[in-house]
């Protein structure tokens, strides 16, 4: 497995609408095991595929409290939706940032696994604004874009700074911006 690059906001490759992933072969299953790698390392509980500037249908999840039961969803698509919940989100394109944003409370998707096989299900709570949330990517959808403009424009402003520190500091960044 390996490790994969984010992108981060405001890379245009974020804005990608993503395609459906139509062969489940090994390449598949590496390139889940590689997200979940990144995922669990950056440390995130969701990561779609367009974030890593591969723009297929595919996304991880694991928000158990061990971060042992990892979820795949290939080519998801929300049923139905139920309930209007708000909830402090962040993003691993959006390093540092938070914010809240409304989503539905229970969401029902049909999905595929890693072997194609398909499956429906009801989902709510936290895993239900994950799902979402990393949906929302596979069709170039952020979730700053559910906030003002101006708000938006505050975050690509600091991400830029924060990008300039980083470089000024060999790449590495400094202990008080870990600290966010």
């Known amino acids: 497995m390996a490790k994969l690059t984010i992108l981060e906001y405001p890379d245009t490759r974020l804005r990608t609408k993503a395609s459906p992933v139509v062969d489940f072969d090994a ?4 390139l889940i095991g590689d997200m979940l790698e990144t995922m669990y390392a950056a440390p995130g509980i969701g990561l779609a595929a367009t974030q890593v500037d591969v723009h297929q249908r595919l996304l ?3 928000v158990s409290a061990d971060r042992d039961q990892p979820l ?3 080519n998801p698509e929300i049923l139905a939706r139920e309930g209007v919940g708000t909830m402090e989100e962040g993003c691993l394109s959006v390093p540092g940032i938070f914010d809240e944003v409304d989503r539905a ?11 194609g096989t398909f499956h429906e299900a009801g989902f709510e709570g936290l ?6 949330h990393e949906m929302d990517h596979l069709d170039g959808r952020l979730f ?3 906030l003002s403009e101006l708000k938006r424009e505050r975050i690509r402003k600091k991400l830029e700074k924060d990008r ?4 000024a500091h060999g790449g590495s960044t400094p202990v008080a911006a870990r600290a966010l």
């Not at 390449?27 to 590496?30: C, E, P």
């Not at 409370?105 to 072997?115: E, G, I, K, L």
């Not at 895993?127 to 979402?132: P, S």
Request: hydrophobic share 45%; with cysteine; aromatic share 8%.
């Open 72 to 74: 795949v969803f290939a």
């Open 60 to 62: 991880v999840i694991d």
């Open 27 to 30: 390449a598949l299953g590496t």
């Open 127 to 132: 895993l239900a604004v994950c799902l979402q």
């Open 105 to 115: 409370a229970s969401v029902r998707v049909r999905y595929q696994d890693q072997n």
């Open 144 to 146: 700053v874009d559910y």
């Open 164 to 167: 300039r520190e980083r470089a």
